[in-house]
């Protein structure tokens, strides 16, 4: 028995006002530059212990044994002693690197190989020291540019995770240059407490208002089986989920436990989420205008758009993980630029942001040649995106190009900004692509909703009583939702076909039935009547209710009932 339903899920994007638009946009830039602000008022990542190997002052450029209180590394026989002391855990990495003051550098450009010897010591709460490393040779490239009074900064050891409260370095050259060397400054560079702190915390607070926000999209939508969500309801399911792992519940073990296995998940977190966003992007922009079923086969809709973001993925997790490695445990590279392998892993890496940002800038022009008068919902899409999406998607991109997404951060307001852009956007789509609260079509919202006389996509739904929609074979098409392989979906197109045929036939029935009406057929003389119907179905369903369609004759009285369950 074919059954006609009302059933369109509405989302608040759907009814949405200008003046809700506005109110969302706003709030989502009001707190993003709220963000930028406490992050730039925020603790410096870094702090920095500089000290002289000679202890000279007043710009000596020739060591004295009575004015300077340090000692010169030039002789080969010396050696200098310093170290930090009282750091923790918390500090998270040590970094020695070294910067040599040039005597000639208003002469000419040198590059000088110098060979170093450290060795390291530690101890914890005031205990004997303990020997890490002894006599450790570093060969280290010196590059001095002329007219620069030091040379580039050189990275001498690295402790990438803190286990004792005391790190003590003993520094020597072996057959150091003489006519180049003035001076050495060593600098000792740690993370701050505060700034852990910081990073922690609101790592928290985004995680839990995560999940706040998963929660509440999963409640609002139980009563709908997965095979009536919209395309945008699962992708901001897909979307919330890898905002967990970007948002890193695991981060603290990075800090509190030693190894490569946990800032190696870190990067794969991320790069596992810019994947999903990327792939996001360009199937929503491209399905603004491949709304039919038919044009999102898997082969030629979604399997492209897989392989270039899946490549983007793998190259995100190789480049962020090389730079983390090398940051902490390679401190022999004075830049991972120096590096011939990364400097090609990172041009193909530059070169699929290129390909990507191509793409999705013709996908987007396309959009925009959709006729949306005939769509009001599509329109709303194209705005949405258009205004809201490509702002994200040009600070995202930025973001990864110039590494401002990634492994490494410099301040605390690069970090807590892209922290709260991503977290902000996914939030933002989670509430636009909630149901309204009217319930499956109907109205009402977050009080920022419009009327929904402009959406004539709304429209009704067929299906048999017997028959559900797979997962495989739905789309929803300006919230409206259909199955290719549906039954009643074909029968009502083999009905439009032959639609004149049916009605031609009815005509001539309800002639033989007045004719033998008048002949004194029939029953006791009755005319036997012919309506002309026309189906009245409920504008909402309410939850585990029923609700009563009426079928009315031409002249609007009633000839039937039906009943139908609710949702």
């Known amino acids: 028995m074919l059954e006609l339903e009302r059933r369109s899920m509405k989302m608040q994007l759907q009814s949405m006002s200008k003046r809700g638009f506005v109110l969302v946009f706003g709030c989502f830039v009001l707190l993003f530059l709220l963000s930028v602000i406490i992050g730039a008022a925020g603790p410096q990542v870094w702090t920095e212990k500089r000290l002289s190997t000679t202890g000279c002052v007043n710009n000596v450029t020739r060591f004295d044994p009575v004015t300077c209180t340090g000692v010169d590394l030039t002789q080969n026989s010396t050696f200098w002693i310093a170290g930090v002391h009282h750091i923790d855990k918390l500090n998270q990495q040590l970094t020695v690197t070294v910067n040599i003051k040039n005597k000639v550098y208003q002469k000419e450009s040198i590059t000088e190989n110098i060979n170093f010897t450290v060795t390291t010591r530690a101890r914890a709460n005031s205990q004997d020291w303990v020997t890490l490393t002894h006599d450790e040779l570093a060969n280290r490239e010196a590059v001095c540019s002329q007219y620069y009074e030091f040379c580039d900064p050189i990275t001498l050891a690295t402790i990438p995770f803190i286990k ?27 993370v701050q407490q505060s700034f852990t702190f910081f990073e922690l915390w609101f790592r928290f607070v985004f995680l839990i208002d995560t999940f706040i926000i998963l929660f509440i999209f999963i409640y609002q939508l139980r009563s709908y089986h997965w095979s009536e969500w919209l395309i945008e309801q699962r992708w901001a399911l897909v979307l919330l989920c890898g905002l967990v792992a970007y948002n890193n519940p695991f981060f603290p073990m990075e800090i509190l436990v030693e190894g490569w296995f946990f800032p190696f998940l870190d990067q794969v977190f991320i790069a596992s989420f810019l994947f999903l966003l990327l792939l996001f992007w360009l199937v929503m922009i491209d399905g603004i205008r491949n709304y039919s079923p038919l044009s999102r086969r898997f082969n030629t809709f979604y399997l492209p758009k897989i392989i270039l973001v899946g490549g983007f993925w793998l190259l995100v997790v190789i480049v962020f993980s090389w730079l983390e490695f090398t940051n902490a445990y390679d401190p022999e590279s004075n830049s991972i630029w120096e590096v011939k392998r990364f400097v090609f892993f990172y041009v193909i890496f530059l070169l ?37 999406t490509i702002f994200v998607i040009l600070l995202v991109l930025c973001g990864i190009i110039f590494g401002l997404i990634g492994p490494i951060h410099n301040n605390a307001a690069e970090l807590l900004s892209y922290l709260s852009l991503i977290n902000l956007y996914i939030y933002v789509l989670a509430i636009v692509y909630l149901p309204t609260t009217g319930g499956i079509g ?126």
């Open 164 to 190: 004792y409260d005391a790190y003590q370095f003993n520094i020597s050259i072996i057959h150091a240059p003489t006519d180049v060397i003035s001076d050495i400054f060593v600098t000792f560079t740690y």
């Open 352 to 388: 699929f942001i290129i390909s990507y940002s191509l793409w999705l800038g013709y996908l987007f022009i396309r959009a925009l040649t959709l006729d949306t008068k005939s769509l009001p919902y599509l329109g709303k899409r194209l705005y949405f995106f258009g205004i809201f």
């Open 442 to 567: 109907g109205g009402g919202g977050i009080g920022m909703n419009g009327g929904d006389d402009d959406n004539p996509n709304m429209i009704g739904m067929v299906r048999l009583d017997s028959g559900g929609f797979g997962d495989s074979d739905v789309e929803s098409v300006g919230g409206v939702r259909m199955s290719v392989d549906d039954p009643g979906v074909r029968y009502l197109e083999a009905m439009e076909a032959s639609g004149q045929e049916d009605s031609d036939s009815e005509e001539e029935d309800l002639d033989r039935n007045r004719n033998r009406g008048g002949n004194g057929g029939g029953i006791a003389g009755k005319e036997e009547k012919h309506y002309p119907t026309t189906i009245e179905t409920p504008s909402a369903y309410e939850e585990g209710g029923s609700s009563e369609g009426v079928i009315r004759g031409e002249e609007g009285e009633e000839v039937g009932r039906g009943s139908s369950n609710g949702i």
